[in-house]
């Protein structure tokens, strides 16, 4: 820090700052973590500086044997880590995975004439009408995925991502009563509306998802499965999700970020089955430049922990403690969508202590609690105030957090939240953002969190 100190002062404060933050609050965002010492130093070195656009043995620049070994053996990790056919390292975040992994079905699914066909030799030759046929052949294709508010991620088609304009889209949600993943409504919808893509997979659903059931939906219309496990990766790295809830078996393709429930750098990866691997391959030049060469040598950092047996202790306890915490709140009389989890993360609905979720997220901060707001499902505040806070167990139990200590954390958090009272706005109604907490009770919890850390 003292090298960047002498460049730019305002860089080294804020590194030192987010480390203390870090340390001293109890950090819930589900998809956080601790990356290890090791998976850090892996990012801050010369391979940085290299240029490696193309495939192993197949770059567009010289010199790059050894961006080759370290994307060699972070596809290996990842193909014996997860029983993977085919592993892609290259993506940037998990937002690049998914969208290597749109444009390789697309290849792969949607037959593209080539210049000849339409009679040219160029691009500029391309006609009107030419382009129109180009452009309705992509346009058709139609994608269903989880909507937002059940847990889905906006890559998944929602209107304002690119993946909801690459593609004539819909969505499932979820039972309006259990708030359950309804196999039998997926299946409905998939029967309709016939897509080419089926994308299974969420950013704020507490629960285990049956992959051989998506499976067979997919199949039974034609569609490519597509999984998204960037949350709850971790938990399959470890074996905690196996058989029909372990999507790399039944998925066509799998995406993940390597960040959250994994604990790696930030990044992305693309697991295939081998009909689609040459496509995936081609992730550069379809959508990605040159690939970040320290963070793919993280990556694989990152994927040989996870093969160590420590990690499978790790995602268990990750499941474990989010039950616990789970209890925890329901012990106090709080209300989570579907009544529980089963993974990671549990979705807490804020609506009971008269707070929006962004009131709630703000006191908690203020109280040393780190977590995000979350629209429930059919949210009445919509996306931006929401009704829900997400919590997630990764990063604590990285920092050795056990259910006792979730327990406690359940006890705090529902400590601020009942002392917490929604600034009336002018007309006298509740408002959405502002709010104030009891005398000393953020206080007392930031220093009760700091005596749990
Ligand atoms: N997919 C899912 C399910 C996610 O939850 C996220 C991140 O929140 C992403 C993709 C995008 O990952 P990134 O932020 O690395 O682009």
Not at 9 to 14: D, N, T, V
Not at 74 to 92: I, K
Not at 125 to 133: I, V
């Amino acid at each position: 820090l003292s090298v960047i100190e002498t460049v730019e002062p305002r860089i080294a404060g804020a590194i030192r700052s987010e480390l203390a933050d870090q340390r001293d609050s109890l950090k819930l965002i589900a998809s956080e973590n601790y990356a290890s010492p090791a998976v850090l130093l892996t990012m801050g070195n010369w391979l940085s500086d290299k240029y490696a656009e193309g495939t192993v043995g197949h770059r567009f620049y010289a010199g790059c044997q050894n961006v080759d070994t370290v994307e060699t053996v972070a596809a290996e990790h990842a193909r014996e880590l997860f029983g993977a056919e085919y592993a892609y390292a290259q993506p940037h975040s998990g937002i690049d995975a998914n969208l290597v992994a749109f444009w390789s079905i697309l290849a792969h699914r949607v037959e593209t004439p080539a210049l000849e066909e339409f009679g040219v030799r160029q691009i500029n030759d391309l006609s009107e009408a030419d382009w129109e046929t180009l452009r309705k052949r992509f346009g058709e294709q139609r994608a269903l995925g989880m909507s937002l508010d059940a847990g889905g991620h906006l890559t998944h088609g929602f209107r304002p991502n690119i993946s909801g304009k690459m593609f004539h889209q819909r969505s499932y949600g979820t039972d309006p009563e259990t708030q359950l993943l309804d196999y039998d409504e997926v299946a409905r919808i998939a029967r309709e509306f016939k897509p080419l893509v089926l994308i299974a997979g969420y950013s704020a659903y507490p629960r285990r998802i049956n992959f051989a059931k998506m499976a067979e939906i997919a199949d039974e219309v034609g569609a490519t499965l597509m999984v998204d496990m960037a949350h709850f990766a971790g938990l399959v790295a470890g074996k905690v999700f196996t058989g029909d809830e372990d999507p790399v078996p039944h998925a066509d393709i799998v995406t993940t970020t390597t960040h959250k429930s994994l604990r790696g750098p930030r990044g992305g990866l693309v697991l295939a089955k081998q009909e689609y691997a040459a496509d995936v391959d081609r992730g550069c030049p379809m959508v990605l430049g040159g690939p970040l060469s320290h963070v793919m040598a993280a990556k694989a950092v990152a994927l040989a922990e996870a093969r160590r047996p420590e990690f499978r202790t790790y995602a268990q306890n990750v499941a474990d403690n989010a039950k616990a915490l789970a209890d925890g709140f329901l012990s106090r009389g709080a209300k989570l969508v579907t009544g529980g989890t089963d993974n990671h993360l549990v979705l807490l609905d804020v609506a009971g202590y008269g707070l929006t979720g962004r009131q709630a997220e703000s006191a908690l901060l203020d109280s040393g609690i780190v977590t995000n707001r979350n629209a429930v499902p059919n949210d009445p505040n919509g996306a931006w105030y929401t009704s829900g806070v997400r919590l997630g167990t990764p990063a604590l139990t990285s920092r050795g957090f056990g259910p006792d200590d979730f327990d406690r954390v359940a006890e705090l958090i529902i400590g601020v939240l009942t002392k917490t009272t929604p600034t009336t706005t002018k007309s006298g109604a509740p408002g959405k953002a502002k709010y104030t907490i009891s005398d000393g009770i953020a206080e007392a919890t930031h220093q009760a969190a700091e005596e749990l850390l």
